[in-house]
C-alpha cells in the first residue's frame, strides 16, 4: 500500500537510482525514474528539480521550462528555468535573468569549485555559475556592460572557469574605446582582465591548501573500535543516503585507509572528541529539515537520510590507545612486562564520569591523555633500566630492589611533570590548527600552479586572438608544451591566427593537423574550407566537403564547406541553398550568414546581401565580416558615406587588419578626400609592410597629389613583392610617361601586357599616347578592382 507521506528512505532510493542513471547516459531510465520521483513526491523542489534537470538534458526545453517555472524559490529549479529561456531565447532571457535574480540569497557567496571529485557530486549550482549563466544571458539580451559583470565576477569566484573566460573576451568590450583598458570593466570586483591577472591563485585557494597540523600526542591513524560501535557502522551501511552527497553513502567503507586519513575524517572524529564528554553512543540528529535542505539543498538529500556521526569520549579513545601501547611494550621489555602492564593499569583512565562531576571528569581525561604519551614515551627507559639490572646482577637483592624503587620514584616524579604539560596540550588537541608558517599541500599546490599555468597560455592566446592580435597569439599558443600544443584546439586557434593574418598555407597545414588529430571533427571546418576557397583548391574542397557531410549531415560546418565548393564552381545558386540551410541548424552560426550575403553580391542582389549580412550582426555583433560585407555594398550602390561608416566599424572590431584600413580609404577617395585616403593608406602600410593592396593605394593616390618621385618609390617596392601582376606594370608605365621616361614606359606597358592580355585595349591605347600630355586622370578601374579581388 502506497503510503500518504513520502518517506525519506524511498526519496533517496529514486534519487540514487536517477543520478546512476544520468551519469550512465541513461537518459531514459532516469526520466521515467524521475517522472516516478515526482509524482511520488509532487511537492518536493527537489524532485522537481531532477525532473527537470532530465528533460533539460533529453533536449525538451519547452518542457523542463514549463515543469520550473513555477518553482524558482529553488535554487535547482531556477537554474534549470535559466538555462531553457538561454536556450529557446526569444526575449525569454530577460526570465531567465529574474527568476536568478530571485533567489539570488541562496547562492550569493557560495562556492564548490573545489568538492567536486570521482566521488563526489554537487548537483546545485554556486556563485560563480550562476553568475556564468547570468553572463550569457546579459549577452543575449544585449547588455553587455552587464554582460561583462557577471562574468568578471564568476572569474573572481573561480578562475578556472575557462567559459566564463571565453565568454568575456568575445564580448570585445576592450575595443570600444573602454577606459579600463587591461583593467577590470567594475572597479569594485577588482579583478585584472589580463590572462596573467585572471589564472591565478585567488585567497580560496591560498586557503583551501592550507593542512592541518595535529600534536604528536594524537596518534596517525584511528584504532579499530570496540565491537558494538562496528556493529554500529555496519548498520549505518545499509541506510538510504544519496551516493553522490559528500559526507553520506555507503560507497566508500569507512575502514579504508584513504578514507580514515582524509582531514574531513579528523575532522568528524575531534567533533566528536570534543563535544559532550559524557555521551558514550551516537546522538541521533533531530528529524526537522535542516536549513541547509530549505535553501535548495547543495546535494538533493535530507540531513535526516545520512547515517548519524559517531561520538566517543576522549577516555574512551585513550584507553583503547594505551590498551595496544600497553601490549607493545610488554613484548619489547620482556622480563618488566609485568611491571609495564602494572604502571600503565596505574595511569589508565577511569570509567566515563557522570554529569555532576563533569569537570573533575575532563580533567581525569586530559590526564589519561598525558598517561599514553607516557606510556610511549617511557618504552625506551623501561630498556635502559632493565639493562642496568642485568649488569648488576652481582649485588644483593635487598641493594637490587633499594636502587629499582628509587628509580621507579623518579620515574613517577617524571610522570607527574610531562602530565601537567599533556593536559595544558589537550585543548591544542581537540581540533585541527594551522600551523604558523602556513602549511600546505605541496601535491595540491603543484595541480593548482601547474593547470593555472596551462590555462593562462592557453587563455593569453585565445584573448589575443580575440582581439585579433594575431602575432601575440601565434607566440602564446607556440608556449604551450608540445603534448598541449599537438591538441585540435590547440592546432584549430593557431590555423585561425594564420588564416586572420591572410597566412593561408600556414593555416591550412594547421587545419590539416587538426584532421589528422580528429578526423570527425566538425568544428572550425567552415573556417577550413574558406581557406581552400582563396587557395582556389576545388578537389581539396569539394573532399572535405564530401566527407563533413557523410560525418553529420546535420552540422552547419558541413553545409559551409559544401556551399564554398559550390561558390568556387560558380555555381552561386546552389551555393546559397547550402549556406541557408546552415543558418537553419544554427541561427547563431554568423559567418554562415556573411558567405550568404557574399553571393548575393556575387548576384547583385544587394538589398537581399544587406538582409544577409544584418543577420549575421544580429547573431554576433563582432562579426567584422558582415561590416565589411555592408560596407561593400553601399559601396557599389554608390553610398560612399554610408559605406565609410560601416568600414570603420569593422576596423575598430579588428583594428589589425589593414585591408579594412585601406577600404575607409578607398572611399574617401571616391569622395575626392586624397589627403584623407593617403592618411589610411600610409597607417595600412605601416601595419602591414608586406600588404601589396596597401602600398599599390598609396602609389595611386601620390600619383593623383602629383608626388611622383615617393609614388616611384612605392611602385618599385610593389613591383619585388608583386612582380606578376599587371596592375603594377600598367601603373609603371602610366607614372615613367608623366617623369617623361618613354623607355621605361614603354617597357613596363610591354610587361603588363604580356601578363594580362584581356587588357591589352588599355595598355595598346597608353603606348600610343606616349607622345601626347594628359591630365592626372586614370581609367584603368577595372584594373584596379581585378587586383583588389585578387
Known amino acids: ?79 534549470i528555468y535559466a538555462q531553457c529561456c538561454l536556450k529557446l531565447g526569444d526575449g525569454r532571457e530577460s526570465q531567465g535573468i529574474n527568476a536568478l535574480e530571485t533567489c539570488r540569497r541562496l547562492w550569493n557567496g557560495t562556492s564548490t569549485w573545489n568538492q567536486h571529485s570521482d566521488t563526489d557530486r554537487r548537483s546545485i549550482p554556486d556563485a560563480a555559475t550562476v553568475q556564468f549563466l ?13 554582460s561583462v559583470d ?65 600534536p604528536s600526542n594524537i596518534p596517525a591513524t584511528i584504532p579499530e ?49 570534543g563535544s559532550s564528554l559524557e555521551a558514550e553512543t551516537p546522538t541521533s540528529q533531530p528529524t526537522g529539515s ?99 639490572a642485568r649488569t648488576v646482577g652481582s649485588r644483593s637483592r635487598s641493594l637490587h630492589l633499594t636502587g629499582t624503587s628509587a628509580a621507579a620514584k623518579e620515574r613517577q616524579k617524571e610522570r607527574e611533570r610531562e602530565n601537567v604539560e599533556d593536559i595544558n596540550m589537550s585543548d591544542a588537541a581537540s581540533k585541527p590548527t594551522f600551523a604558523p608558517g602556513h602549511q600546505v599541500d605541496i601535491k595540491k599546490q603543484e595541480a593548482q600552479l601547474f593547470i593555472l599555468d596551462l590555462f593562462k597560455k592557453a587563455g593569453a592566446g585565445y584573448f589575443s586572438l580575440s582581439r585579433f592580435r594575431c602575432k601575440e597569439a601565434l607566440h602564446a599558443l607556440n608556449s604551450l608544451s608540445l603534448s598541449q600544443k599537438d591538441t585540435p584546439w590547440a592546432q584549430s586557434q593557431l590555423g585561425r591566427a594564420y588564416y586572420e593574418m591572410a597566412n ?19 568544428r572550425d571546418m567552415e573556417v577550413f574550407s574558406t581557406i581552400l576557397w582563396h587557395q582556389r583548391k576545388e578537389v581539396d574542397l569539394s573532399y572535405l566537403a564530401h566527407e563533413l557531410v557523410e560525418l553529420d549531415r546535420l552540422s552547419p560546418e558541413a553545409w559551409c564547406a559544401l556551399g564554398n565548393c559550390f561558390s568556387l564552381q560558380r555555381d552561386h545558386d546552389q551555393a546559397l541553398k547550402c549556406f541557408k540551410r546552415a543558418t537553419q541548424l544554427n541561427p547563431k552560426l554568423a559567418y554562415a550568414f556573411t558567405l550568404q550575403g557574399h553571393e548575393h553580391v556575387s548576384n547583385e542582389e544587394y538589398e537581399k546581401a544587406l538582409a544577409s549580412y544584418r543577420s549575421a550582426i544580429t547573431a554576433d555583433s563582432r562579426h567584422y565580416n558582415a561590416w565589411y560585407g555592408l560596407g561593400k555594398v553601399f559601396e557599389k550602390m554608390g553610398k560612399f558615406d554610408t559605406a565609410e561608416k560601416h568600414f570603420r566599424t569593422a576596423s575598430k572590431i ?16 571616391k569622395n575626392k578626400d586624397f ?80 601578363l594580362d592580355p584581356k587588357a591589352g585595349h588599355l595598355i595598346k591605347e597608353a603606348i600610343e599616347n606616349l607622345d601626347e600630355d594628359e591630365e592626372d586622370e586614370f581609367s584603368g578601374d577595372a584594373e584596379e578592382n581585378r587586383f583588389l579581388d585578387h
Open 150 to 214: 557577471s562574468y568578471v565576477a564568476a572569474l573572481k569566484l573561480n578562475p578556472f572557469a575557462w567559459e566564463a573566460f571565453t565568454g568575456l573576451c568575445d564580448t570585445g568590450i576592450l575595443t570600444r574605446n573602454c577606459p579600463f583598458e587591461g583593467l577590470c570593466v567594475n572597479d569594485g570586483l577588482g579583478v585584472n582582465l589580463r590572462p596573467n591577472a585572471v589564472f591565478k591563485q585567488s585567497q580560496e585557494m591560498l586557503e583551501s591548501l592550507k593542512i592541518p597540523s595535529y
Open 290 to 388: 535542516s536549513s541547509h535542505e530549505l535553501f535548495g539543498g547543495a546535494n538533493g538529500v535530507n540531513v535526516t537520510d545520512k547515517p548519524p556521526p559517531v561520538r566517543k569520549t576522549r577516555a574512551t579513545t585513550a584507553e583503547i590507545t594505551t590498551r595496544k601501547l600497553t601490549s607493545r611494550s610488554g613484548r619489547e621489555v620482556g622480563n618488566d612486562g609485568k611491571r609495564s602492564a602494572a604502571s600503565s593499569q596505574e595511569s589508565g583512565p577511569q570509567a566515563p564520569a557522570r554529569r555532576s562531576t563533569r569537570l573533575t571528569s575532563k580533567f581525569t581525561s586530559k590526564l589519561g591523555v598525558g598517561t599514553e604519551r607516557e606510556t610511549r614515551l617511557g618504552t625506551k627507559e623501561r630498556e635502559r633500566e632493565a639493562k642496568k
Open 504 to 522: 593561408y598555407i600556414e593555416a591550412e597545414k594547421c587545419f590539416l593537423r587538426v584532421r589528422h588529430l580528429s578526423p570527425v571533427r566538425t
Open 654 to 669: 579588428n583594428p589589425t587588419n589593414a585591408v579594412l584600413v585601406c577600404c575607409v580609404g578607398m572611399v574617401m577617395e
Open 1 to 79: 500500500m502506497t503510503p500518504s507521506i513520502a518517506q525519506p528512505h524511498v526519496i533517496a532510493h529514486f534519487r540514487s537510482l536517477v543520478w546512476q542513471s544520468l551519469d550512465n547516459d541513461m537518459l531514459p531510465t532516469a526520466l521515467f525514474a524521475a517522472e516516478r520521483l515526482n509524482a511520488y513526491d509532487p511537492k518536493g523542489g527537489d524532485s522537481v528539480h531532477l525532473l527537470g534537470l532530465c528533460l533539460y538534458r533529453d533536449g525538451q526545453y519547452l518542457a523542463a521550462e514549463m515543469l520550473t517555472k513555477s518553482w524558482v524559490r529553488h535554487l535547482g529549479c531556477a537554474y
Open 675 to 754: 589627403r584623407g585616403a593617403l592618411h589610411q593608406y600610409n597607417i595600412a602600410c605601416e601595419m602591414s609592410p608586406t600588404s601589396a593592396l596597401s602600398r599599390f593605394k598609396k602609389a595611386r593616390t601620390l600619383m593623383l597629389l602629383k608626388s611622383y618621385q615617393p609614388a616611384l618609390k612605392e611602385l618599385r617596392i610593389l613591383k619585388d613583392l608583386a612582380p606578376d601582376e599587371a596592375n603594377v606594370h600598367y601603373l609603371l608605365g602610366r607614372l615613367h610617361k608623366l617623369l617623361r621616361d618613354k623607355k621605361s614606359a614603354i617597357k613596363h606597358f610591354t610587361i603588363a601586357l604580356n
Open 134 to 146: 547570468l553572463g550569457r544571458l546579459w549577452h543575449n539580451a544585449g547588455d553587455v556592460k552587464k
Open 225 to 273: 573500535e570496540s565491537s558494538g560501535l562496528n556493529g554500529l557502522r555496519n548498520s549505518s551501511e545499509n541506510l538510504p543516503s544519496d551516493p553522490f552527497s559528500s559526507n553520506g553513502g555507503s560507497g566508500r567503507d569507512r575502514s579504508d585507509l584513504s578514507y580514515n586519513n582524509h582531514p574531513s575524517f579528523f575532522n568528524r572524529l575531534n567533533e566528536g572528541v
